[in-house]
């Protein structure tokens, strides 16, 4: 089937989406003026979706690079591709939120947009009402495999700067921090004394990880990193991604309401991660005023699940389940303090002013993160 790309280089270079062309054999490119070149991939990386391509030609027209960085939702952009083979076929629409992130791209702030895209068109440019490129067209959200209202596409600036790396060595060296974040909602940011709903919430340090040799702990907001303000979660892995790895990274983290300035030496993220686990199910034992049947970890359980301490949820519903809390949690802590056991969570729980939010730690699904949780 027939994809798309961005001509970025009067000597033949090319931007695509990764998907387009991994495992492909041979990569044919047909430019407008119906002239076809076998191409070169110079290089992929899967973990943004951005593939260089070089074809042997010289003089080509390239495309006006423009600023994502600039849209607002709201704006009119406009993409060309190839949908189901119709080639370069124009569709428009508006910008639909900027930075968000999907699961398993979380080093790409894309572009929502509302652009009807449809298989054919990855790989081919978003423009602005100027006529610049600003994005690359990526992913779409569909339960049919067509169209349903939700297109995603890769800031252009990543693009270009990933494919300097993949034009020099090939590939992209990620560094990382070694931590689980998130968005602080407006109860997260009550519960934990912010006067608003902004920075990337660590849930969760993973071991062994750059940021466990860091005074970083879960509950800390990262606020800003090396001079650059973090308004969301999603504004953070960026920024760590292209820091070389070994560099040491100045944040400034809210802790207890309080702002610090602390220092992380970012490392290069490794090729594979921890796994999820699985909890085993169990009937319920212990009760709270919350809603929530709560029993002790097992040795064993611990040891599977990765954690050190915590209470295990089976069964919620009131308080607990209208905070986010769903059966297979394993509460950490709470309102800061670790809850080692059942005991230990009710005696901290009789401490937590009713009707007041208070950050919940919740270990899921191999990841930790933190709800806001009100008596």
């Given amino acids: 089937m027939e994809r798309s790309g961005v001509i970025i ?3 033949g270079y090319i931007l695509t989406c990764a998907h387009v062309i991994n495992h492909a054999k041979q990569v044919i490119v047909k430019l407008a003026n119906h002239r076809d070149y076998v191409a070169r991939v110079i290089g992929l990386d899967t973990k943004s979706d951005v593939a260089l391509l070089k074809i042997p030609a010289t003089h080509l027209a390239t495309v006006r690079i423009g600023h994502p960085s600039r849209l607002q939702v709201g704006d009119w952009v406009l993409a060309i591709g190839a949908p189901f083979g119709f080639e370069n076929s124009a569709t428009a629409g508006i910008v639909s939120a900027v ?9 790409v702030p894309f572009i929502q947009t509302d652009v009807p895209i449809n298989p054919g068109n ?14 690359i067209n ?3 959200y569909s339960r049919t495999g067509g169209f349903m209202g939700l297109s995603f596409a890769i800031p252009i600036n990543l ?15 990620w560094s990382w921090l070694g931590v689980t974040i998130q968005n602080v909602t407006r109860r997260l940011a009550v519960s934990f004394d912010l006067r608003k709903p902004y920075g990337a919430l660590i849930s969760e340090v993973l071991p062994g990880s750059p940021a466990a040799r860091s005074r970083l702990q879960a509950g800390d907001v990262i606020v800003r990193y090396d001079g650059h303000p973090i308004t969301r979660a999603s504004d953070l892995p960026p920024l760590v991604g292209f820091t070389p790895a070994g560099t040491s990274a100045y944040l400034k983290i809210i802790r207890n309401g309080h702002p610090e300035t602390l220092s992380v030496v970012v490392g290069a993220l490794p090729e594979a991660l921890p796994a999820a686990y699985t909890r ?14 709560l029993r002790d970890l ?14 295990f949820v089976e069964a919620s519903h009131g308080p607990g389940a209208k905070a986010g809390i769903v059966p297979g949690d394993v509460i950490l802590s709470l309102a800061g303090r670790p809850t080692a056991s059942v005991p230990a969570f009710m005696a901290i729980l009789a401490h ?22 009100s008596k």
């Fill in 352 to 373: 937590v002013l009713p009707q007041h939010p208070v950050p919940v730690l919740i270990h899921r699904d191999g990841r930790s993160m933190f709800l806001a949780l």
């Fill in 280 to 293: 085993p199910p169990r009937k319920p034992r212990d009760n709270t005023s919350l809603g929530l049947a």
């Fill in 298 to 311: 097992t040795g064993h359980e611990r040891r599977a699940l990765g954690v050190t301490q915590g209470v």
């Fill in 138 to 140: 990526s992913q779409i």
């Fill in 9 to 11: 280089g009067a000597n």
């Fill in 122 to 135: 990855s790989g081919g440019p978003l423009f602005n009402t100027r006529g610049q490129v600003v994005g």
């Fill in 159 to 173: 693009a270009i700067r990933i494919s300097h790396d993949l034009k020099v060595s090939g590939h992209v060296p």
């Fill in 99 to 107: 930075g968000r992130n999907l699961p398993g791209s979380d080093y």
